[in-house]
């Protein structure tokens, strides 16, 4: 028996799908299904209850995946103070990142990372925020790179900073010729937002609910790239974070504008499973994304 079945075992267990485990340990669904037969063969046991159309464990399968979880956390700690003790920084690092982090923030800090650790292979995927929940969860990533991170018991959250959001329109739009305007004077406007299910989205529209100003909604996108394509054709006007808009506001594609009154800031996020070994190299990787 090898611990890359356990390994599969416990990824198809916390998944609940045998194409995300198969995804996860780069094999094939016939592989995942062909290691789970060979594991009930070894242990003369059903694992998987196939006689419902919802994955479930048998009791023989949660005792197994309990133990197996625990060898494998023990093995990869194992391989994690090797590497310390040998000062080894390589392997590879699995991240996943919503895609105004990805693109904006990010960038800088993982040239910086590859330049210190250059046997790191970083792999970065973009993801919406929901998607990056569930692939840290489900171990398809080791790290996700959110904004307004949710508190969940299943997650170790690590802060890392705070992102300052500004006002965005068309550099011939009436409001951008004011330096500074209030949250009031976007009564009516005409809003180019986020996707309501985005945690950016649902903290603009707190910020507005509390201060009473209704905006005219008449563009919604799930990411920040297609917010700013839309406001520079002038659809209608946008809150987006600071660092997303530098290259616009230079080329003059778009005018920024702050907004009085109130702290608009919304925090990032590293996030990882809860007792996940961290390997040295996922380590340094935060010590440099905490960084200023």
Wanted: glycine share 4%.
């Amino acid at each position: 028996m090898q611990l890359e079945s356990l390994k599969v075992f416990c990824d198809l267990a916390e998944t609940e799908s045998f194409t995300r485990a198969a995804q996860i340990n780069t094999i094939t669904q016939s592989a995942v299904s062909q290691q789970i037969s060979s594991l009930e063969k070894q242990f003369k046991s059903l694992l998987i209850e196939r006689s419902k159309k919802k994955f479930r464990l048998t009791r023989e399968g949660q005792v197994l995946y309990e133990y197996s979880k625990q060898m494998i956390q023990t093995y990869d700690s194992l391989q994690s103070r090797l590497q310390e003790i040998k000062d080894i920084i390589s392997g590879t690092i699995r991240v996943a990142t919503i895609y105004s982090i990805g693109l904006h923030d990010l960038p800088p800090y993982l040239k910086r990372f590859l330049k210190s650790y250059p046997t790191v292979n970083v792999h970065v995927e973009y993801r919406r925020s929901n998607q990056v929940y569930e692939d840290v969860l489900g171990n398809v990533v080791d790290l996700g790179l959110v904004a307004y991170p949710n508190k969940d018991n299943k997650l170790e959250t690590v802060p890392l900073r705070q992102d300052r959001l500004v006002l965005i329109c068309h550099p011939n739009h009436p409001i951008a010729k004011q330096k500074s305007i209030k949250l009031t004077q976007l009564a009516g406007q005409k809003f180019i937002g986020f996707e309501p299910d985005i945690p950016t989205r649902k903290a603009i529209d707190k910020i507005l609910k509390d201060e009473e100003v209704e905006v005219q909604h008449v563009m919604e996108f799930d990411n920040i790239e297609t917010v700013k394509r839309a406001v520079e054709i002038d659809a209608g006007v946008s809150i987006v974070p600071q660092g997303t808009i530098v290259q616009e506001v230079a080329k003059q594609t778009l005018a920024e504008v702050k907004i009085d009154g109130v702290e608009l800031f919304r925090p990032l996020a590293a996030i990882y499973k809860k007792n996940k070994v961290l390997s040295p190299a996922m380590k340094q990787f935060l010590t440099i994304l905490k960084s200023n």
